[in-house]
């Protein structure tokens, strides 16, 4: 039927979800997600190794932005060394965004999971 009314004489059953609201709640729901995610991508977070010889910014949106390696740090006769700082500081940096992320997704009361297509983060139950 048009206009997506009761069919005369039908009524729906008392524990039928009202589909409108919950449409409007995942709508809801999305825009602060997005929202949440854009502030989130802006935000810079630094990795560090070797306390702080290596530093590594990347931003919310996993850009990595600058590398700075103190002078001490750079032994020519063990370039293994400088190469596992630059590891760790990225590995660092990167738990950093994991954790930015899962903060901003738990801040939405969404569990910090992982959101992939057609997850509704518990929005039906």
């Given at each position: 039927m048009a206009g997506g009314g009761?069919?005369?004489?039908m009524a729906l059953p008392p524990d039928?979800?009202?589909l409108g609201g919950l449409m409007a709640q995942a709508q809801q729901m999305q825009e602060r997600l997005l929202a949440a995610q854009a502030e989130a991508a802006e935000a810079v977070v630094e990795g560090?190794?070797?306390g702080g010889a290596v530093r590594v910014e990347v931003s919310g949106?996993?850009?990595f932005r600058?590398?700075?390696i103190a002078p001490a740090a750079v032994d020519p006769d063990d370039v293994e060394m400088l190469q596992d700082l630059v590891?760790?500081?990225l590995h660092d940096a990167t738990a950093k965004v994991n954790a930015l992320q899962q903060g901003v997704t738990e801040s939405?009361?969404?569990g910090g999971?992982?959101?992939g297509p057609g997850d509704l983060g518990g929005l039906l139950g």
């Amino acid at each position: 039927m048009a206009g997506g009314g009761n069919l005369p004489g039908m009524a729906l059953p008392p524990d039928m979800p009202d589909l409108g609201g919950l449409m409007a709640q995942a709508q809801q729901m999305q825009e602060r997600l997005l929202a949440a995610q854009a502030e989130a991508a802006e935000a810079v977070v630094e990795g560090q190794a070797g306390g702080g010889a290596v530093r590594v910014e990347v931003s919310g949106a996993m850009e990595f932005r600058s590398v700075t390696i103190a002078p001490a740090a750079v032994d020519p006769d063990d370039v293994e060394m400088l190469q596992d700082l630059v590891l760790a500081a990225l590995h660092d940096a990167t738990a950093k965004v994991n954790a930015l992320q899962q903060g901003v997704t738990e801040s939405l009361g969404l569990g910090g999971g992982d959101l992939g297509p057609g997850d509704l983060g518990g929005l039906l139950g």
